[in-house]
């Protein structure tokens, strides 16, 4: 389903209305009035800089989560159409929150594996179709970064201005991470094996799930 098409009159509309009825949630059309169930579950963003793990741990967590979860990677939809070279790309954001929203509606939460930081989610009208958003943030030594990021095929681009930009985020995601709002999770996977990272994701996931 999209949560911004109105399934009684078919009207879209670019703020979502989300009320809560006792234990569950109304989707609400502004237009019309009409009332649907819809499932406000968290969203979990495993994120942090590239070179940290999150594509490959993702790759590990669809098996391990399947029970509980839907694991998507954000770079599916990194595509000339969404990209704003100007900014900060708002409808790459808004897209992957609709698109999560509509994949919920499943009764399953997602993972989504990408590079986000709060400030890139917290503030769009579709933030309403969530209950919370967690974010845990992949970290790493900067040099042990600097080594991934130029071992990787060169179709990906990754030139010395490149790096020093992923860099310079890192740095930025260790300092900054407590005092983002809501904060950030850290995890550093200087050291840490596929496995071992992806323990530690899984018990993020089914902790925050149990509570």
């Not at 949560?3 to 703020?15: L, R, S």
């Not at 989560?65 to 900014?87: F, H, I, M, N, T």
Request: aromatic letters at 8%.
């Amino acid at each position: 389903m999209n949560p911004m098409i109105c399934a009684g009159c078919g009207v879209w509309t670019d703020e979502p209305r989300v009320e809560t009825d006792g234990p569950g949630a109304v989707l609400v059309c502004l237009s019309c009035g009409h009332r649907e169930p819809f499932r406000r579950l968290p969203l979990f963003a495993l994120t942090g800089p590239s070179g940290t793990g999150k594509t490959t741990v993702g790759r590990v967590l669809v098996e391990r989560l399947s029970d509980r979860c839907v694991v998507v990677e954000q770079d599916l939809l990194w595509v000339g159409a969404l990209r704003d070279p100007s900014g900060d790309s708002p409808a790459f954001r808004q897209t992957w929150l609709r698109l999560a929203a509509s994949l919920q509606q499943n009764g399953r939460p997602v993972v989504l594996c990408g590079t986000v930081a709060p400030p890139q989610f917290e503030y769009w009208p579709e933030r309403v179709l969530f209950a919370d958003i967690h974010y845990l943030a992949l970290t790493c030594a900067p040099e042990v970064l600097r080594a991934r990021l130029r071992a990787r095929p060169a179709w990906r681009g990754w030139d010395h201005r490149r790096i020093e930009e992923m860099l310079e985020f890192n740095e930025w995601v260790r300092v900054q991470a407590s005092r983002t709002v809501p904060p950030m999770g850290l995890l550093d996977t200087t050291r840490s094996t596929v496995d071992q990272t992806a323990d530690v994701v899984e018990n993020w996931v089914r902790g925050l799930l149990a509570v």
